[in-house]
């Protein structure tokens, strides 16, 4: 009878988690493009926009935000697939630190509050909405929370969390580890954006340098893809 082989050299089954990434980030600025000013005026309300200029924007822009919501609902599905590939290989690589579970949290919750902040924002498409001043406010107020910090918090969650782990197991080069932790910080500290809206700006600081640690940490890690486990040691060939 044929004795199982232990130790056998393994190969990482999953996809690539950089073109993973492109494909979110992709979705993502197409989502973007209805809502800003390359789609036609008026643009997307930042918090500090009074009532009127909200009414005025989804009153006459319910094409373009029903677009948005749509791309930035989808672009959730390759977050998460991002997230559990990027822990998934991590952990066959011999990772046994707490930053992998750190980084699932991270990357799960930022994808259920794209879900949820597309949700609101396909709401406020609805004839009628856009004229109920007060319901359009709150509508807006839950739908920017979800996605503007409850995104940069969370996925400073899911940087640092690989960032760290990666880098204490030397599986990513160090710019790539240093780009994520200075991306970590930046999504930790918007969330005080909550009590001071001048602290606006380190959300696009999280998202826009995050896209780029996404893509070079996925096709990175994945160039890992072949690996010979033997015991606790992992020797990539």
């Keep these: 009878m044929t004795k199982p082989v232990l130790n056998a050299p393994a190969r990482f089954r999953g996809p690539n988690s950089g073109i993973v990434a492109t494909v979110f980030v992709v979705l993502f600025f197409a989502g973007l493009m209805p809502v800003t000013a390359l789609g036609g005026m008026p643009y997307f309300p930042g918090p500090t926009a009074s009532a009127n200029e909200m009414v005025a924007f989804f009153s006459q822009r319910q094409g373009g935000t029903l677009l948005c919501a749509f791309l930035q609902f989808g672009s959730a599905v390759p977050l998460g697939i991002f997230t559990m590939s990027m822990v998934s290989r991590l952990k066959f690589l011999g990772v046994r630190a707490a930053g992998a579970d750190m980084a699932l949290f991270g990357g799960l919750a930022t994808a259920m509050g794209l879900v949820i902040s597309s949700c609101f924002l396909w709401a406020m498409t609805y004839p009628g909405i856009p004229q109920d001043v007060n319901l359009l406010h709150a509508l807006y107020r839950v739908s ?61 600081l999280t998202r826009f340098p995050g896209f780029v640690w996404m893509i070079a940490a996925g096709f990175s890690l994945s160039k890992l893809r072949n690996t010979e486990v033997a015991g606790d040691h992992v020797h990539s060939r």
């Design 144 to 204: 920017f929370g979800l996605g503007g910090p409850g995104y940069s918090v969370f996925f400073g969650i899911l940087a640092a969390g690989v960032s760290v782990t990666a880098g204490l197991y030397k599986l990513l080069p160090k710019w790539i580890v240093i780009l994520g932790l200075v991306v970590a910080a930046a999504g930790e500290l918007s969330w005080f954006e909550i009590l001071n809206v001048k602290l606006l700006p380190l959300i696009p």
